[in-house]
């Protein structure tokens, strides 16, 4: 800003806020340059954000407010906003500079936050760090976010090399790390997620201080930060990843028989002793899903009746056809028979093929591959009888959705109709005897 100029000539609208989101500038901090540049400080303003009971820091330079202008002048000219002039950048640590710029950028953030048509933009989202992730309530509270380079590989196995980098948008939260194609992507669709679990570990290297490696007790991760004020976003990002692990609840708390998580005092639970009930209870908890469910079976038959009479018969796979055309997510995993030449129904390959047929909202995973890669396993399988509905309901233990489970209190000894395990096979008449010579 040359001499006589004043932020005054940059005034910008006084508008009411229309988005809940709020920003301003609470305080500025005078930072060395990276290596390299001819310029030895430069100055960060320091933006508070606030949603909801969200609330998060960002660390921005005037020249980042002039790009973010850059990628919404069609839109601020519509409103009728002034344009943010250019200034002289070697004066920019000077005290009346710093003065005078950090009221331009608190009207500046106020306004982008705070405008419906300005907050829509992607630019001003990504300027903010605000994601599709962010304020989703099941997620926990919003944490560091923003655009990195990743690479991964296996903690176990002989396999050790690096994947090649991919940019991704990082979102980093209470108890995970989960990486998206943007930051446009829907937060149930990540690309990877990585869990800070009890051996979580983040690095960073004095050698390479714009790299960050992660490491859980299944994969490393390796983080590349680019761009300007790449050291200083690297150590904003590691602090964050570090605050995360610290303030992980299962890491503070003691655990029984060395399970993953800590004992849940006052939790609602309900035991089902025979498959009419928990079957009952499986079919109303799907018919209230409003965003995802999870199903891994042993075993599963998407014709299985999940009430019959004198209750309106109800088959699974009309449930989650009806659920995917609503918009709600559905995962299932299945067990992979060692070889479909000896499972007599329900081949995984058919039932998949089934499922993913309903609609695109469907998504089937069959595992292990038991042939042909170095963590192939012939001697186990998988037993798990899980659905979860939406993260909140959760049927654990539980039985599979096949037919041959559906009992009730009157234990009958035989069952009309279709769905049985097995059916008996006729009793082999004996052979007549030979005639007598």
């Avoid at 300005?118 to 599709?132: D, Y």
């Amino acid at each position: 800003m040359g001499n006589g100029e004043s932020a005054a000539q940059y005034d910008f609208p006084d508008r009411p806020n229309e988005t809940g989101v709020y920003a301003a500038v609470e305080g500025t901090e005078i930072v060395k340059s990276d290596k390299g540049s001819f310029r030895g400080q430069y100055c960060l303003y320091i933006v508070r954000v606030g949603f909801e009971c969200h609330t998060w820091e960002l660390k921005v330079r005037f020249r980042n407010v002039l790009k973010l202008q850059g990628d919404v002048i069609e839109t601020t000219k519509e409103l009728g906003f002034p344009p943010v002039n250019r200034t002289y950048r070697l004066h920019e640590t000077k005290p009346n500079v710093v003065a005078q710029r950090r009221e331009i950028v608190d009207r500046f953030v106020r306004l982008m936050a705070g405008t419906p048509q300005l907050f829509a933009e992607r630019s001003v989202k990504e300027f903010l760090e605000v994601s599709a992730s962010s304020f989703v309530p099941e997620l926990g509270p919003k944490r560091k976010e923003g655009y990195v380079w990743k690479a991964s590989r296996s903690s176990s196995g002989t396999k050790k090399s690096w994947t090649p980098f991919e940019k991704r948008y990082l979102v980093i939260k209470d108890v995970y790390v989960a990486y998206y194609e943007d930051s446009a992507t829907d937060y149930a669709t990540p690309k990877g997620v990585m869990l800070i679990d009890e051996t979580f570990e983040v690095t960073r290297d004095a050698a390479t201080p714009t790299e960050i490696k992660l490491k859980n007790s299944s994969a490393e991760v390796l983080l590349r930060i680019s761009g300007k004020m790449k050291e200083l976003r690297a150590e904003e990002m590691t602090r964050a990843l570090q605050d995360a692990y610290a303030t992980l609840p299962r890491k503070r708390q003691n655990k029984r028989f060395g399970a993953f998580a800590p004992v849940s005092d006052g939790a609602r639970a309900c035991a089902y002793v025979c498959g009419r009930e928990y079957y009952g209870g499986v079919a109303a908890a799907l018919r209230g899903a409003t965003k995802e469910i999870f199903i891994a079976d042993w075993r599963l038959n998407p014709d299985v009746l999940l009430t019959r009479y004198p209750d309106e018969p109800l088959r699974l796979i009309d449930l989650l056809r009806d659920k995917a055309q609503e918009g709600v997510k559905v995962y299932v995993l299945l067990y992979r028979e060692v070889s479909s030449s000896v499972q007599k129904k329900h081949k995984s390959a058919d039932v998949a093929q089934a499922l993913r047929a309903l609609h695109p909202n469907v998504k089937v995973q069959r595992h292990p591959k038991h042939f042909g890669r170095s963590s192939a396993s012939l001697y186990w399988s998988h037993h798990e009888k899980l659905v979860v509905v939406d993260q909140a309901i959760a049927f654990v233990g539980g039985i599979d959705l096949v037919e041959g489970r559906f009992d009730d209190w009157l234990h009958r000894l035989s069952d009309v109709g279709y769905d049985y395990c097995d059916a008996a096979p006729p009793p082999v008449a004996a052979a007549p005897a030979a005639p007598a010579p």
